[in-house]
């Protein structure tokens, strides 16, 4: 067999493509986007509080915060998810009781989080401080200010880190099959990877591969669209007249 | 021309609501590091009329409007808003800016919301007006400074001229009891400054109490009652235009004048 057959054979062998796709589409889709978003929920939430925390000029806000993001971002993945999906547990903090999945999104959604917190943090950081003195010089206090410009502006500049973040989400979920999943909890990369296993053939891998892209790739450019679109907001000739500059002119 | 900016209806800007309140810097002195902005400034600003306060850059100018509302905390001296120490401890200084319109050199605007939303915001969130009543007076303000047909336009599709406007309008709509201008024509195209200007002048005739620091000699002459010289964190002078711009006192305000204008 010739390199290229053996490749294409290895890694595009269309019947075990067929043979994984059924389960990966029914079973590891959902079971992978569910853990996506509620890990993007968490990391959102916490990464929101973090980023606040960050900017504070409370040492006292601030330092437990940036330890947060150091180590949570400095640690490999694997280790925190099993700290969180096993540690937990084990120390007797069974939130979630049994179940491995609220135990493998917290453990993602924390990670995620201090990632997040800094993409926020920058974000908020762009808000032009004059504009922030100008909502202050108008009576709102900072948490006001926070909440209706800083966040609101700050969060539609870091969308397309947002949306990169979110990627590394949905790949990221695969790590929980460090966990032990039943047969069913598995999400899209753990049913490939039995798949190949059993087959001996790293054709199923490829046939959840091509399932992110169709995810990902899309998400990305639906978000850049979103984006251009709050960007540029129907753009208009900027010397639009109004009442007074046409009474100057005569 | 300004005779009839403001002859369209203005209901929010005629109430009997608006009132003007006299401002009292007394030594206010205010230091950034080792550099001495504010070397002890007393000045009393007059209820209802507009004082301009004119001088070289670095001269503390800037430094003396942002006192007046606290973006910037002084380090000695006090200052009156009425009958209200405002550099007193345990001021409420959300409730205490509401009473302060202020307008800057670059605008800024809430890059993110329309015109109109941009005018109703903060008396939405600060003010607790409900969104009618919020859209009512905005919808005035706008119309006050020529621009009630660009509500629903963004910020960034605006000249310059037009955004320092709807940042007029979004002071006034506070119905604040003075108003501070920090070079609010600096930053404009000069075939803009006029439309700005103009709607400054009208509402110094309308009676509101007004700060203004400016580089624009012929509005304080015509439209001040009290010009300020600042030097080196100082005052040097305050008299009335005429006095002020003819017969300056200091040599520092001779040479200074000499050269503006």
Not at chain 1, 113 to 126: D, K, L, P, T, V
Request: proline residues 5%; aromatic residues 6%; glycine residues 8%.
């Amino acid at each position: 067999m010739s390199g290229a057959s053996k490749i294409g054979n290895t890694f595009f062998n269309w019947d075990y493509i067929k043979q994984a796709l059924p389960t990966v589409l029914k079973v590891g889709l959902p079971n992978t986007l569910q853990l996506a978003v509620y890990a993007s929920i968490i990391g959102v939430a916490v990464g929101l509080i973090v980023a606040a925390g960050l900017l504070s000029n409370n040492f006292l806000l601030r330092f437990p915060c940036r330890v947060y993001v150091d180590i949570l971002r400095g640690l490999p993945h694997i280790l925190t998810i099993y700290v969180i999906g096993q540690g937990l547990p084990l120390a007797g903090i069974t939130v979630f009781g049994n179940n491995t999945y609220g135990y493998a999104a917290l453990a993602i959604g924390v990670v995620e989080a201090a990632y997040m917190a800094e993409i926020f943090r920058s974000g908020f950081q762009s808000v032009d401080r004059g504009q922030v003195e100008a909502a202050r010089s108008l009576g709102l206090s900072y948490g006001k200010t926070m909440q209706y410009l800083i966040i609101p502006v700050g969060i539609r500049r870091v969308l397309p880190a947002l949306t990169g973040q979110f990627i590394l989400v949905i790949k990221g979920t695969a790590l929980v099959y460090l966990l032990g999943l039943t047969t069913d909890q598995r999400e899209m990369f753990a049913i490939a990877q039995d798949t190949a296993s059993n087959s001996a053939n790293l054709s199923p891998l490829v046939a959840a591969g091509i399932v992110y892209l169709a995810i990902t790739i899309p998400l990305t450019y639906a978000v850049n669209a979103w984006e251009r679109r709050w960007r540029t907001g129907g753009k208009a000739d900027p010397a639009v007249p109004d009442e007074l500059t046409e009474q100057a002119m005569g | 021309m300004t005779g009839h900016i403001m002859t369209s209806q203005r209901p929010a800007l005629d109430s009997p609501t608006m009132h003007s309140t006299p401002v009292r810097f007394s030594d206010v002195t205010k230091r950034f590091g080792r550099s001495t902005a504010l070397a002890g400034v007393t000045l009393d600003i007059p209820a209802g009329r507009t004082t301009c306060i004119v001088g070289p850059s670095g001269s503390g100018k800037s430094t003396l409007l942002r006192c007046t509302n606290l973006l910037e905390v002084p380090d000695a001296g006090t200052i009156r808003l009425g009958d209200v120490e405002i550099t007193a401890r345990g001021v409420d200084l959300d409730a205490l800016r509401t009473r302060i319109g202020m307008v800057f050199q670059n605008f800024h605007l809430f890059p993110h919301h329309t015109v109109l939303n941009n005018v109703t915001l903060a008396q939405q969130r600060v003010l607790g007006r409900s969104r009618d009543e919020a859209v009512t007076s905005a919808r005035a303000h706008l119309d006050s400074v020529g621009l009630s047909r660009l509500e629903d336009r963004r910020p960034e599709q605006l000249s310059g001229g037009q955004q320092q406007r709807v940042a007029i309008a979004r002071a006034l709509a506070m119905e604040p009891e003075v108003m501070l201008f920090d070079e609010a024509t600096s930053a404009l195209d000069p075939e803009l400054v006029k439309g700005v200007l103009a709607v400054m002048r009208e509402l110094a005739g309308r009676g509101m109490t007004m700060i203004v620091v400016t580089h624009e000699m012929r509005f304080a002459r015509e439209v001040a009652q009290q010009v300020v010289f600042l030097d080196q964190g100082r005052l040097l002078e305050a008299a009335r235009p005429a006095e002020f711009f003819d017969s300056p006192r200091s040599d520092r305000l001779r040479s200074f004048l000499k050269q503006v204008l």
